[in-house]
T-cell receptor
């Protein structure tokens, strides 16, 4: 049973525009949420994270928003660049630590 | 260079033939973990290790074994592989097993069991 869900398998965005990737979760006991980016034939790389006690975290072009009441988080990329084309996974850490649950991924294509 | 290495990168084997996928990190990380990636299912955690000699089950541990005898190594063992273990496997490490720290992933091992 998927505890972290990414309902959009793919997303296409024009270069320079905003990309919004969404993630929903079912367990209110998650402590941290993270986003990872994955290029083909490579392992995932960390992008940005947010603690469950915050509602926003920003790092350059990347911002993550957390809505705990809706059990929803989103990743905003502004402006989108062709190099951002990759699969994005959201992940959640259990409150007890050590266990991580990943979503199914969203493939982002940024069109030049 | 700080990295997580996995070997082999590609492996085709037959049902029931024991195999080991090695994972090594050079960052002195306490925490290591194994994941499998399958289409439509994303990444799922198999096993993790908080420190040497301390391991625990993740979400999908059936059919897998691990050991952590040294800090840098965390091999994944399939005692009797079956076709449903055909997947892309990733090893990861982190200073600690908390979301406060990012996980560093290896390049992946593509396993096919026929």
């Amino acid at each position: 049973d998927q505890q972290v869900k990414q309902n959009s398998p793919s997303l296409s965005v024009q270069e320079g525009r905003i990309s919004i990737l969404n993630c929903d979760y079912t367990n209110s006991m998650f402590d941290y949420f993270l986003w990872y980016k994955k290029y083909p034939a490579e392992g995932p790389t960390f992008l940005i994270s947010i603690s469950s006690i915050k509602d926003k975290n920003e790092d350059g072009r990347f911002t993550v928003f957390l809505n705990k009441s809706a059990k929803h988080l989103s990743l905003h990329i502004v402006p989108s660049q062709p190099g951002d084309s990759a699969v994005y996974f959201c992940a959640a850490e259990s409150l007890t630590g050590n266990q991580f649950y990943f979503g199914t991924g969203t493939s982002l294509t940024v069109i030049p | 260079e700080a990295q997580v290495t996995q070997n082999p990168r590609y492996l085709i084997t037959v049902t029931g033939k024991k195999l080991t996928v090695t994972c090594s990190q050079n960052m002195n990380h306490e925490y290591m973990s194994w994941y499998r990636q399958d289409p439509g299912l994303g990444l799922r955690q198999i096993y993790y290790s908080m420190n040497v000699e301390v391991t625990d089950k993740g979400d999908v541990p059936e059919g897998y074994k691990v050991s952590r005898k040294e800090k840098r190594n965390f091999p994944l063992i399939l005692e009797s592989p079956s076709p449903n273990q055909t997947s892309l496997y990733f090893c990861a490490s982190s200073p600690q097993g908390t979301g406060r720290y990012e996980q560093y992933f290896g390049p992946g091992t593509r396993l096919t069991v026929t």
